[in-house]
């Protein structure tokens, strides 16, 4: 993999945070990564309930070497914690997921959410500002009408840059557990939130109700057998949307079939191997993200062990699987016991959907090209993340001897996990969350 292997990495911290990751906060950790349509603003949310926005350096687009390099451009504070007084129930600040829409003039516009509310932010810059007012003086006082004996027209002076981020939506009370997903449909006029057991369709300008599109709640919740883990809207057809359950089905769903989609479209679930079955077997095939193509042809899921690709004309297995971390099959007790088997790994495609990425532990990450067959383990950590670095492939060893570029199975670390990554939609540009820590590389260039 010549061109996924190699990146140059610059690394980025959300202000305030402490340089070294051994003493960061529980508010730092970095929990949701995502690039704008065009690449040139990435957003991330800590569990702080911060938004921090990093914007492309424009005179490094020219720059062959530079042109991976982002600045932070914007800071707000999109949640704070609540308490929901009816349910005596504790609301983190935490961002879940954050979903940019497509630039129509100056401002930009993102969707933020944490486990009960959905946020419409608007973005824009102020370089000028009004002066001369006739009822106003410089310092913004009324002025006694009696003493105005001239008219003067206002005029726009030259001032520092300034961003500023105005909520002017807030999309709440529609949820009664968490939400896991929030998804742009294509026609920019709607969007989709997820919880446990239902998704609810919301139009941008009305935030006092939400039309329920899919509800798996029984009547007894004693006879509950799966949650929603993940879904999005198709990126091309504004009527269909995608799925995923702790069960490792992935649905497919027409909202012109009916109001309600109760049964899907179609449905894709692989059937299971009976030498594989074990107690963990449920657990590790629970999806944790689900991803459509660029193209819209093929759906992409993430479970514990595997990376999955579906082609949705094909419903009974997937056309493509993946082990990103297959050597951690033989650790799935210890695993349990630290709670690290229910981690919720995301998964991006390339621009081109040719490469697939998704994390692991001890700070690894994992590429596969899906022409070549041929993957790649990289490691983000500071030590090795020098400017212009190039990015060694690392490999683990399961047992027998160990050579030297080799780490042990056992030594790897589940504290340092990759669960969050962006792809840049366009350039061989990724963003790759570690914690408290955002590395952006870019692909090596001779």
Known sequence: MKCFSRYLPYIFRPPNTILSSSCHTEADIISTVEFNHTGELLATGDKGGRVVIFQREQESKNQVHRRGEYNVYS????????????????????????????????????????????????????????????LKDEEGRLRDPA??????????????????????????????????????????????SADDLRINLWNFEITNQSFNIVDIK?????????????????????????????????????????????????????PEDPSNRSFFSEIISSISDVKFSHSGRYIMTRDYLTVKVWDLNMENRPIETYQVHDYLRSKLCSLYENDCIFDKFECVWNGSDSVIMTGSYNNFFRMFDRNTKRDVTLETSRENSKPRAIL???????????????????????????????????????????????????????
């Open 75 to 134: 800071t707000f504070q999109s949640h704070e914690p609540e308490f929901d007084y009816l349910k005596s129930l504790e609301i983190e600040e935490k961002i879940n997921k954050i979903r940019w829409l497509p630039q129509q003039n100056a401002a930009y516009f993102l969707l933020s959410t944490n486990d009960k509310t959905v946020k419409l932010w608007k973005v824009s810059e102020r370089d000028k500002r009004p002066e001369g007012y006739n």
């Open 218 to 270: 029984p009547a007894n919740m004693e006879e509950l057998t799966e949650v929603i883990t993940a879904a999005e809207f198709h990126p091309h057809h504004c009527n269909t949307f995608v799925y995923s359950s702790s069960k490792g089905t992935i649905r497919l769903c027409d909202m012109r079939a009916s109001a309600l989609c109760d049964r899907p479209t179609k449905f894709f679930e692989e």
């Open 392 to 446: 060694k492939p690392r490999k683990v060893c399961v047992g027998g001897k160990r050579r030297k570029d080799e780490i042990s199975v056992d030594s790897l670390d589940f504290s340092k996990k990759i669960l969050h990554t962006a792809w840049h939609p366009s350039e061989n540009i990724i963003a790759v969350a570690a914690t408290n820590n955002l590395y952006i590389f870019q692909d090596k260039v001779n």
């Open 147 to 192: 003493t105005i004996t001239t008219l003067r027209v206002p005029v726009l002076r030259p001032m520092d840059l300034m961003v500023e981020a105005t909520p002017r939506r807030v999309f709440a009370n529609a949820h009664t557990y968490h939400i896991n997903s929030i998804s742009v449909n294509s026609d920019y006029e709607t969007y989709m």
